[in-house]
């Protein structure tokens, strides 16, 4: 019924890739000029934005391609992605459209955009609901209990301000995790026929 994302061929390619963005991050990054390197325009920052971006395109993707509640998961994963994207986009307010985006009113209207989709979906799939709840307490989501553990992780070193490298840690946690995501949504995309011909098997 959900797209397998625990495979062990998925699981070592997307370590692989994890590890290679780790080492990256590593070397691009002047760890001497930290205050500089961590800032919004940083290349941290600005590829998380872009992971962001991708995962959330990604799952909805995997989703219009998928059916039943695999449909529904990815749906939903795709509207996480975008509140993740615009939590850490930062915009100079410079004008109507930038200073919208920095108010307290975009985000009431980004919760109410968002819960009111939710519920309508909800409301016309709601067949589709417990299957949801019993893939996501399974141990066969856990993928994206990593991808979740790697941004608390990044929030405890956010907190250690005696240590010299910490924003650096918490970037490059939080930036890892947004790739696994990404990774995850492409999953969704090429495992989609597969769960189409699963649903139409059940």
């Known amino acids: 019924m959900f797209p397998s994302f625990s495979s062990r061929g998925f699981i070592s390619l997307t370590i692989g890739l994890?590890?290679?963005?780790?080492?990256?991050?590593y070397l691009v990054t002047d760890l001497n000029n930290l205050a500089v390197e961590m800032g919004e325009e940083g290349l941290l920052e600005n590829l998380q934005l872009i992971y962001l971006g991708l995962a959330a395109l990604a799952f909805?993707?995997?989703?219009?391609?998928s059916e039943g509640p695999a449909r529904m998961f990815a749906i939903g994963m795709c509207l996480l992605m975008l509140i993740f994207f615009f939590r850490e986009l930062e915009v100079e307010p410079t004008g109507p459209v930038s200073g919208y985006i920095k108010s307290h009113a975009f985000r009431w209207h980004e919760a109410i955009l968002v819960i009111g989709f939710a519920a309508v979906y909800i409301f016309l799939h709601s067949a589709y609901v417990r299957p949801v709840l019993q893939f996501v307490f399974?141990?066969?989501?856990?993928?994206?209990?990593?991808?979740?553990?790697?941004?608390?992780?990044?929030?405890v070193f956010e907190k250690m301000d005696g240590f010299a490298y910490n924003e650096f840690f918490e970037e490059v946690l939080e930036s890892l995790s947004y790739f696994m995501l990404l990774c995850l949504g492409v999953r969704s995309?090429?495992?989609?026929?597969?769960?189409?011909?699963?649903?139409?098997?059940?």
Do not use: C, D, M, T
Request: glycine content about 6%.
């Open 18 to 25: 994890l590890l290679i963005n780790a080492l990256f991050f």
């Open 60 to 65: 909805l993707i995997g989703g219009l391609r």
């Open 138 to 155: 399974s141990r066969k989501a856990w993928p994206f209990y990593l991808a979740a553990a790697l941004i608390l992780f990044g929030e």
């Open 189 to 202: 995309i090429v495992a989609a026929p597969a769960q189409k011909q699963s649903v139409k098997a059940a």
